[in-house]
C-alpha cells in the first residue's frame, strides 16, 4: 500500500524505553491457541482453569467483579467434546475472555460496577458476546468499571478500585481499567471494554497493551448498559494488533437489534499474510496537539516511535486541525446529555435497586437514585439535564453539536490529504491513585486526545511503543470512518518496530 499517508500528532525525538520484557501477559497468540485446541495439544477445560488460576492468584488487583466458573467450565467441556468427536471448532474455540461488567451475560450478575444493579441477572447476552461464543471464546469472568462507565480511572467504581499492573499505586486507566489490567496481568489472552470517548485506548495506554475503538457502529452495542449511545462504541482489548483483529472480526457486523450497525469490510479484519509497506507514506504533525501539557517522557516515547517510521522512509510534513481545541469541551455537553437521558430508566421499579423506606412513588424514586447512584454519575445527570433544558438548549447542546460537525468536516478533510492520524493517547503516564478523584476537571482532561475520535465516529487504536518512568506509553492512530483494516495494518507496522 506505497500511497498510504500517514499523519502524526507529534513532533520526532527519542524514546526513552521499551516494554520488551515486562509484559506480565504470557498467553500464547489467539490463533496459536485455537489450533493447539483443534490439535489436541491442550484442551478448552485446561485454559479456562488456567485462567481461572490466575485471576484468583492476582484478585488483589481488583480487576475483576465476579467469576462465571460454572458456566465457563460447562461451555469448555461442550468443546472438548466437539475436538473429541473430530467436529469443526470455531476461531475462538477455547479462548478464555473477560467482558467488562457492563455487558449482558448469562451465568452471573450484570453491574456496571453500580450499586443500582448490584443484583442484576440479564436476562439475555449482548450481541458481541453471543457471536464471540458462537466462535468458541468462553466469557471467564466480568471485568470492573468506572460506574456506568463515567471516569477515566476506574476509581469510579461502587466496589472497589482497580490497581494498575505496573504500579500498584497508581491508576489503569478507564472506564475499561479491568478490562485494560486483566489482559497485561494474563487473566486472560483478550477482553472487551467499551469506548465512550477514549475508554478502551486509555487504559490501554496506561496498562502497556492494544486497545482498539472501531468505527461508530461496527460492532453492535445491543445488550451493553449504554452510557452516551451517539459515541458509545465496543472494541477489544489485547496482547497484540493482531488478536485485536480477530475478535473484530468475529465480532463486527450488522445486527437487527441495534439500527445503528454497519456492514463488514468484505476483506474482513484479520491479518493472517497481511503486509503493509510504510516506506513512500508522508507523515504530518497536528500543531494543536503540541500545545496540550504532554509530559516530556511521553514526548520522548512518541518521538521515538516517529523516528523509527522515518527511517522505514515514512517523510513528515505539518497539517492543522483548528478546532480539535474544542472537542473535549463538546464531548462533556453531548455526553452528559446523552448520560442524563439513559439513566433515566433506572428508578427502582422494573429492576435495579430498590428501597422499602419510601412513603408514595415519588420518594421511591427518589430514594432508589440517591441510594443507587454514585457523585460521579450524579453529576453528569445534572450537567445533562441542564444543557438540554429549555433555556440553554441553544446555548450549550446545539451549539456543541454545531462544532461537532466542525470537527468532523476536519477530519475529513486532514483524510483526503492523509490516510491516518498518529498521536500520544494520553498526555500522561498513568497517575497516582486518588490524585484527580477531588478535581473533576482534571479527571477529565485526561481524555484530552481520544475524544475527538468518538465524536467523529472513526476507528482509533492505541499500542504500547515503550515506557516513561517505568509506565507503559501508547501510541494512538486514527483511520477514516470504516477504514479499520488498514488501521489494523498500519498498526501492526508501528508494532513490529517497538
Not at 475499561?176 to 487473566?187: F, H, K
Not at 504532554?294 to 522505514?312: F, N
Not at 428508578?347 to 422499602?356: A, M, S
Not at 498521536?423 to 478523584?437: L, S, V
Request: proline share 4%; aromatic share 8%.
Amino acid at each position: 500500500m506505497q500511497n498510504h499517508q500517514i499523519l502524526l500528532l507529534f513532533l520526532p525525538g527519542r524514546t526513552s524505553g521499551s516494554l520488551a520484557g515486562r509484559i506480565m501477559n504470557n498467553w500464547p497468540a489467539i490463533s496459536e491457541i485455537v489450533a493447539n485446541v483443534q490439535a489436541g495439544k491442550t484442551t478448552a477445560t485446561e485454559l479456562v482453569k488456567k485462567s481461572l488460576k490466575k485471576i484468583t492468584k492476582q484478585s488483589d488487583f481488583n480487576a475483576i467483579i465476579s467469576v462465571v466458573k460454572t458456566r465457563a467450565l460447562q461451555r469448555a467441556t461442550e468443546i472438548d467434546e466437539q475436538v473429541k468427536h473430530g467436529q469443526a471448532i470455531g476461531r475462538l474455540a477455547g479462548v478464555p475472555f473477560v467482558a467488562k461488567d457492563n455487558f449482558l451475560t448469562l451465568g452471573g450478575n450484570t453491574t456496571a460496577a453500580s450499586n443500582m444493579l448490584k443484583n442484576f441477572e440479564a436476562p439475555y447476552q449482548a450481541t458481541a458476546i453471543n457471536r464471540l461464543e458462537a466462535a468458541g471464546a468462553i466469557c471467564v469472568a466480568k471485568a470492573n468499571l468506572d460506574a456506568w462507565a463515567h471516569g477515566s480511572s476506574t476509581e469510579n467504581s461502587d466496589f472497589f478500585v482497580t490497581k494498575n499492573p505496573y504500579d500498584k499505586t497508581r491508576v489503569p486507566g478507564g472506564s475499561s481499567g479491568g478490562s485494560a489490567a486483566a489482559v497485561a496481568l494474563g487473566m486472560a489472552p483478550f477482553a472487551l471494554g467499551t469506548d465512550t470517548g477514549g475508554s478502551v485506548r486509555l487504559p490501554a495506554s496506561f496498562c502497556g497493551v492494544v486497545g482498539l475503538k472501531p468505527t461508530y457502529g461496527l460492532v453492535s452495542r445491543s445488550g451493553v448498559v449504554a452510557m452516551a449511545s451517539s459515541v458509545d462504541v465496543i472494541g477489544p482489548l489485547t496482547k497484540t494488533v493482531a488478536d485485536a483483529a480477530l475478535v473484530l472480526e468475529v465480532m463486527s457486523g450488522k445486527d437487527e437489534l441495534d439500527g445503528t450497525t454497519i456492514g463488514r469490510n468484505p476483506e474482513g479484519y484479520s491479518l493472517r499474510g497481511s503486509r503493509f509497506e510504510v516506506r513512500g507514506s508522508r507523515i504530518g504533525v497536528i500543531r494543536e496537539y503540541l500545545d496540550v501539557g504532554l509530559d516530556s517522557g511521553v514526548r520522548q516515547v512518541i518521538d521515538g516511535a516517529t523516528d523509527k517510521i522515518k527511517v522505514a522512509g515514512a517523510e513528515v510534513s505539518e497539517v492543522s486541525l483548528p478546532s480539535l481545541p474544542l472537542a473535549l469541551a463538546v464531548y462533556y455537553v453531548i455526553c452528559p446529555a446523552e448520560v442524563s437521558s439513559n439513566l433515566a430508566r433506572y428508578d427502582g421499579q422494573r429492576y435495579g435497586h430498590f428501597t422499602n423506606e419510601a412513603k408514595d412513588l415519588e420518594e421511591s424514586y427518589e430514594l432508589a437514585r440517591e441510594q443507587g447512584f454514585g457523585s460521579e454519575a450524579k453529576r453528569r445527570i445534572m450537567i445533562g439535564a441542564h444543557v438540554l433544558s429549555s433555556g440553554y438548549y441553544d446555548a450549550y447542546y446545539k451549539k456543541a453539536q454545531t462544532v461537532r460537525t466542525k470537527i468532523i468536516q476536519e477530519f475529513e478533510q486532514a483524510f483526503s490529504k492523509y490516510d491516518f492520524l498518529i498521536g500520544p493517547t494520553a498526555p500522561t503516564t498513568a497517575f497516582k491513585i486518588g490524585e484527580k478523584t477531588k478535581d473533576p476537571l482534571s479527571m477529565y482532561l485526561s481524555d484530552i486526545m481520544t475524544v475527538a475520535a468518538n465524536i467523529a465516529g472513526i476507528p482509533a487504536i492505541s499500542i504500547p511503543v515503550g515506557v516513561s518512568g517505568n509506565l507503559p506509553v501508547g501510541l494512538q492512530i486514527l483511520a477514516p470512518q470504516k477504514a479499520d483494516r488498514q488501521l489494523l495494518e498500519i498498526a501492526r507496522a508501528f508494532e513490529a518496530t517497538s
